[in-house]
């Protein structure tokens, strides 16, 4: 398994297990599972509603954890993150993230300081963001000399986020690409990965996951059925050469799954 190294010396796992839309009840038997298959980095958050699952998956383990502070609780991120650990029984996460910046509310930059505290406490060993623009990161980078060490983004073949991937790699920021294979279905059958996954003798679903980890990403697909888990791990000894990545990277349409961090 690959590690990033962080802008505050810390490492993070290139390759992770995403737990949105993961029921609690399920948590701890897929973050065990994907622990055995070999992921060290699990991704959770606040609204996903199944950080307890996902704490019962990971103790007595050396997993990577990462939750995120959602909206409606930027004003109060100290006792949202205290929630956040006791539901996930841990003293401190891994990676402790803004979830958007909620431009609308003009609190990010406020709650950008408090998760700079946090960090100061050890209640967050490392702190980031998701979702947030070069605009976004800019204003709490001015207003505290802080760099976050992660921006989550959606990012996959059809949604590259080139502008923002070019600014962080400028402040030191790892791009971490959240729904990474564009929720699946129609990208995976592109006839331009799938030559490549043909050629390989590989599934699609891999090779989008190794153009994601040439490219230097940390991504995180979901995967919840043990098939899958499996089959997106072993991306990681998959190398893809220049023409695959470059018939990749022509794919770039803007397609977006998620929402806009503007509209959030």
């Given at each position: 398994m690959?590690?990033?190294?962080?802008?505050?010396?810390?490492?993070?796992?290139?390759?992770?297990?995403?737990?949105?839309k993961?029921?609690?009840?399920?948590a701890?038997?897929v973050?065990?599972?994907?622990?055995?298959?070999?992921?060290?980095?699990?991704?959770?958050?606040?609204i996903?509603?199944?950080?307890r699952?996902?704490?019962?998956?990971?103790?007595?383990?050396d997993?990577?954890?990462t939750?995120?502070?959602?909206?409606?609780r930027?004003?109060?991120?100290?006792?949202a993150l205290?929630e956040?650990l006791?539901?996930?029984?841990?003293?401190?996460?891994?990676?402790?993230?803004?979830?958007?910046?909620?431009p609308?509310?003009?609190?990010?930059?406020?709650?950008?300081?408090?998760?700079?505290?946090?960090?100061a406490?050890?209640k967050a060993?490392?702190i980031?963001?998701?979702?947030?623009?070069p605009q976004?990161?800019?204003?709490?980078?001015?207003?505290?000399g802080?760099?976050?060490?992660?921006?989550?983004?959606?990012?996959?073949?059809?949604?590259?986020?080139?502008?923002e991937?070019?600014?962080?790699?400028?402040h030191?920021?790892?791009?971490?690409?959240?729904?990474?294979?564009?929720?699946?279905?129609?990208?995976?059958?592109d006839?331009?990965?799938?030559r490549?996954?043909?050629?390989?003798?590989?599934?699609?679903?891999?090779?989008?996951?190794?153009?994601?980890?040439?490219?230097?990403?940390?991504?995180?697909?979901?995967?919840a059925d043990?098939?899958?888990?499996s089959?997106?791990?072993?991306?990681?000894?998959?190398?893809l050469?220049?023409?695959?990545?470059?018939?990749?990277?022509?794919?770039e349409t803007?397609?977006r799954?998620?929402?806009?961090?503007?509209?959030?």
């Amino acid at each position: 398994m690959t590690d990033l190294t962080l802008n505050d010396g810390r490492t993070i796992p290139q390759l992770g297990l995403g737990t949105w839309k993961l029921p609690d009840a399920q948590a701890p038997a897929v973050v065990r599972r994907a622990l055995d298959t070999g992921y060290r980095l699990i991704d959770t958050a606040a609204i996903y509603r199944n950080e307890r699952g996902v704490g019962e998956g990971v103790q007595a383990t050396d997993a990577f954890v990462t939750t995120k502070l959602w909206n409606d609780r930027q004003g109060d991120p100290a006792a949202a993150l205290d929630e956040s650990l006791a539901l996930l029984g841990l003293d401190a996460v891994d990676l402790y993230l803004i979830h958007w910046p909620a431009p609308g509310q003009g609190q990010y930059v406020d709650a950008w300081k408090a998760l700079v505290d946090l960090r100061a406490a050890g209640k967050a060993r490392s702190i980031g963001v998701s979702n947030f623009l070069p605009q976004h990161l800019d204003a709490i980078v001015d207003a505290t000399g802080v760099v976050p060490v992660v921006n989550q983004i959606e990012l996959h073949p059809r949604h590259q986020r080139r502008d923002e991937r070019a600014y962080h790699e400028r402040h030191g920021i790892v791009t971490q690409s959240w729904s990474p294979l564009g929720q699946g279905g129609d990208l995976l059958r592109d006839p331009a990965i799938v030559r490549v996954a043909d050629r390989h003798g590989r599934s699609a679903a891999q090779v989008v996951i190794a153009w994601h980890l040439a490219h230097g990403f940390s991504v995180i697909p979901k995967a919840a059925d043990p098939e899958h888990m499996s089959d997106n791990f072993a991306a990681l000894d998959l190398t893809l050469d220049a023409d695959d990545i470059a018939a990749i990277d022509a794919l770039e349409t803007g397609e977006r799954m998620g929402e806009d961090a503007l509209a959030m």
